[in-house]
Every structure is written in C-alpha cells, then in structure tokens.
C-alpha cells in the first residue's frame, strides 16, 4: 500500500489545499508508505517566475513540515529531482489517447477561451500526473474533488498500459482518497469558484501563512448574502457563499454540515462570522507561525528535498527500468 500525492508551486498554500490534501496527508504517513511531491513541472505549465517558482517550492516543502507531515515518517521531494517522472510521462504520453484528454475539464477551465495559446504542458498535465503516480507504483492518491476526473485517467492509463502490453498485474489501478469534510473549499469571494492559490484576488484565499488577524480579517470580508443560517441542509440549496463557510467550519472543527446548522442555524453571519474566525486562527495561525520559521532556513529545506528525492528515485528508478524492458527499449 503506496501512497503519492502533490502540490504544485503556484502560490501560497491555502485552505483548500491544506483541508483537501495536506490535513488527509498526516493522518496517512502513520498507516501508508507515504511520498509527497512538490510538483514543480506540474507548476511550470503556466508561467513561473523562476527565482519565486524556487522560493515557492521552498514554501510547498514547508507548509508539509508546518502542518504536520514528519520527514522521517513520509518521503518529501521535488517532482524535478526525480528524472524517472518524466521519463515514465513521455511512454505514458504514447498510451493516452487524445479523446481522453479533450474530456478534461480542468484544461479547459485553466486554458479559457484562448486555448490555442495555451502550453503543451498544460493539455498533456494529467498524463505527467499519472506518471507521478505509477513511477511508485501508489495504490492510494489522497487529493480534493478537483482531480477527481485527473485520477480516473490515470486509472485508465495504468489500465491501457497493462492490457496492451499484456502484462495485466503490472500498474496497480490507483485508488482516489477523495471524501471527508474539506474535498472542495470554495473562493471567500464566490462561493461558485474553487478557492485556488493562483486567485489574483489575496482575500479570496485564506494562506496558511496568513497570520491571526489576517485570518479573521478575512473570513469577517468573506462575501455572503443577507439571510440567517437555515437550520436544515436544503436550506443552503442556491447560497454557495453560506454553505461554503458552514463547510468550512465543519472541516475545521470535525462536525458534519448538518450539526454546525443545528448549532448556528437561525444565527445571522454577525455570529456565524466571529465564531468561524475563531476556530480558523486557533487551526490555522500555529500551522502559519511555523511555516514562517521553516521558510527562514532553506538550507534545512534543500536537504530535506534533496534527501527525498533520493529516496523516491530508489523506488521509482527500478520501476522505470521494467517499463522501458516492457515496450521494447534496451535497457
Ligand atoms: N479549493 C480546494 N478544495 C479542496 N481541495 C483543493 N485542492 C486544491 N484546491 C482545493 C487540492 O490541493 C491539492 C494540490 O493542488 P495543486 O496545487 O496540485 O493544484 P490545484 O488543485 O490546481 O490547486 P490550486 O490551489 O487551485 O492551484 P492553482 O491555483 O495553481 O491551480 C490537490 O489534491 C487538490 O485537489
């Protein structure tokens, strides 16, 4: 049971990757072999500045740290200090069909109306995500809602792959870890939008880095609409502003929707509002103050990529060489 998931080095880590992701990540490292990957090529598939995409990564690795993966317990590196990612990607690339990647709704919402000046990269994305994946081997991708259709292509890949080259135990079919309270947060600012690191707006985002007061800062900004909180779940039917922050305060606080209605449901946000920044800072703030004193000392970053990604090569690299012998390359 192999466990492999990422974060790309686009922006501060925010909620929706801490809650979606990181949070499913420490309580993995205690039962799974775990590999967590700053996806620095994912990254580079729109434009990075180069010297912010190395502090970025820096950033990735210790928002891991911050919020709780041990380096001694799970394998932490950067996906580019792993040749074999790319290697796999390319045979993987020859496996994939075209049909399956126009159905990815991700391109198109990433690549807008101008597709055509979109990179290579970014259509190609989720055959390299499935080359993460299978170059270990993982059985289990612990990600938010958002990759769900990304995971069913690998799914699919490592299904192709096995049947066409007649070696049908090869690639084991990756399990998606999708559920729990947290799988898709929403923007602060439109309860319609996913709340993504890349948002050109800072208030649409809660940053892990974000200290206490910018925090409740905020969440008190957060846009809703004028109604009470409704005391049963169909009442948040058609008010995604609402039912973002009631989910937001249940992943937060380990209740389900329906007992943070029965807590706050006929309470105005005048209420709602305070006690959600509360239990944010109480979560969030520590993780932030942390971040901050691990991204003060690169030096103790570097070795920790570095040293990860020798050990994620010592697993991914024998792999790789199976499937070079598998499709007829000399190995
Ligand atoms: N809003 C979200 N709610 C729940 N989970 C989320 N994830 C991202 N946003 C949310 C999960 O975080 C993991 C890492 O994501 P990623 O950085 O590889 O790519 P992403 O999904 O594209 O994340 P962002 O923040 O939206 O980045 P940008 O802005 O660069 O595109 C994944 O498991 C994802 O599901």
Avoid at 110 to 133: H, M
Avoid at 159 to 182: A, M, R, S, V
Wanted: net charge negative.
């Amino acid at each position: 049971m192999r466990v492999l998931s990422g974060i790309q080095p686009s922006g501060d880590m925010q909620l929706g990757n801490y809650l979606g992701a990181i949070r499913k990540f420490v309580d993995l490292q205690h039962q799974y072999d775990c590999n967590f990957c700053v996806v620095d090529m994912h990254a580079i598939t729109v434009w990075q500045d180069p010297v912010k995409l190395r502090e970025q990564t820096f950033h990735i690795a210790a928002a891991y740290i911050a919020a709780g993966v041990d380096p001694e317990k799970a394998v932490i590196f950067h996906q580019s200090g792993v040749r074999a990612h790319a290697e796999l990607a390319w045979i993987l690339n020859c496996v994939a069909r075209l049909g399956w990647l126009d159905r990815m709704t991700q391109f198109k919402d990433k690549a807008g109306k101008d597709k055509e000046r979109a990179s290579v990269g970014l259509y190609t994305y989720p055959v390299l995500q499935a080359a993460d994946i299978l170059v270990y081997k993982a059985t289990h991708v612990p990600v938010g809602e958002d990759q769900k259709q990304h995971l069913e292509l690998s799914r699919d890949i490592a299904g192709k792959f096995n049947h066409d080259f007649k070696t049908p135990d090869f690639f084991p079919l990756p399990e998606p870890l999708i559920k729990g309270p947290g799988a898709r947060i929403m923007s602060l600012r439109d309860g319609t939008a996913k709340m993504s690191k890349s948002d050109p707006s800072a208030n649409a985002c809660i940053y892990l880095k974000d200290d206490a007061d910018l925090i409740a800062k905020k969440i008190k900004k957060a846009k809703t609409d004028p109604e009470p909180l409704p005391t049963e779940l169909d009442g948040l039917t058609d008010r995604p502003e609402a039912k973002n922050l009631v989910g937001i305060y249940g992943a937060l606080s380990g209740k389900s929707d329906e007992d943070v209605l029965s807590e706050f449901g006929g309470q105005g946000f005048g209420v709602f509002k305070p006690a959600l920044a509360e239990l944010a800072v109480e979560k969030i703030a520590p993780i932030g103050t942390e971040l901050r004193r691990l991204e003060d000392d690169p030096t103790y970053l570097a070795g920790i990529l570095e040293k990860g990604a020798e050990k994620a090569a010592a697993i991914a690299d024998p792999i790789v060489r199976d499937v070079k012998e598998i499709v007829g390359f000399l190995v």
